[in-house]
């Protein structure tokens, strides 16, 4: 479901689905999206803190469907990510949700947010992006070029990466971060992969624990139901304990990659580091392994 693409002088609802928001971040991001020409709601609990989560859940919820009800507003962004949007999906109503679609703007934690909006609304959200990102007060160019153009509904091409897999297909662009959708699988709220492109990224994971996730997709049939494959960016991901003995990440990635059946590609910008592009979730997208390129429809 396409929500109305972002215009000049629209209001955003800033929400805290997961861990609590970073102190001093507030009024450098305002400042910035303000100045983008853009009014700015908070929801009524951004600022709780309870434990590793920002405020209860009930009300973590409450503040994301009070915005999707709200008419004024026409993009939700999660103010950043951590822990916790997994406890919500069973408090939203996704029957009003998808009676007022909206842009969701997240990352990390909140793949789990966006992966349930999509799997019982229909929703299309923007992965990549989250308000913790304008701590300096601006953004990195790659960053912000795909934020505007996935908010706009506009098409866009990235060309990065390494063929793993030749081919070209399209398809919805489904995943993100990988923890986060691991959570999800035999759940009401992991979306279906059959002929979608699956997108994945960690950060933190030991490069065991990133195969076992990998794994777990693959004993769940996942890797044999996707149109493609496209591994971004593995942020700290590296052997705390045995290093010389366990290998890198990348190892994983590539024996992994190589295993597939289906255009894939590895090292695309998408993944927690400064640089990286956002991208629809849900969206029908265009992967041209040969040419290790991405184009949103």
């Not at 960053?143 to 070209?168: D, H, N, V, Y």
């Not at 398809?171 to 994945?200: H, Y």
Request: one cysteine or more; a negative charge; proline letters at 5%.
């Amino acid at each position: 479901m396409y929500p109305e693409p972002l215009k000049p002088g629209d209001t955003l609802g800033l929400v805290t689905p997961s861990s609590p928001m970073v102190p001093g971040l507030l009024e450098v991001g305002i400042s910035y999206l303000e100045q983008k020409g853009f009014q700015i709601k908070l929801g009524e609990h951004v600022n709780a803190v309870d434990r590793f989560l920002a405020g209860e859940d009930e009300y973590r919820a409450k503040d994301i469907m009070r915005f999707f009800m709200d008419d004024e507003i026409k993009v939700i962004m999660a103010m950043g990510g951590g822990y916790g949007s997994q406890r919500i999906l069973p408090l939203l109503d996704y029957e009003l949700i998808r009676s007022r679609p909206k842009y969701l703007s997240g990352f990390s934690d909140t793949t789990a947010l966006q992966a349930a909006l999509f799997k019982n609304a229909g929703i299309i959200s923007c992965s990549g992006f989250v308000f913790g990102d304008l701590a300096a007060g601006k953004l990195d160019s790659l960053i912000e070029r795909t934020l505007w153009a996935c908010l706009k509904g506009e098409s866009f091409q990235i060309k990065k990466g390494q063929t793993m897999q030749p081919g070209a297909v399209k398809g919805r662009l489904v995943g993100g971060n990988l923890e986060s959708w691991i959570a999800l699988m035999g759940t009401p709220f992991q979306p279906e992969v059959k002929d979608c492109i699956l997108l994945l990224e960690d950060v933190g994971a030991e490069p065991y624990q990133v195969d076992s996730r990998l794994s777990q997709l693959d004993l769940a049939g996942v890797f044999t139901q996707v149109a493609g494959v496209i591994f971004g960016q593995f942020a700290r991901c590296t052997a705390k304990y045995f290093p010389k003995r366990d290998g890198t990440v990348d190892d994983v990635i590539e024996e992994w990659a190589l295993r597939l059946n289906v255009p894939c590609i590895k090292n695309f910008p998408y993944g927690h580091f400064s640089r990286r592009c956002v991208l629809p979730l849900g969206k029908e997208v265009f992967l041209n392994a040969d040419q290790y390129s991405l184009t949103v429809c």
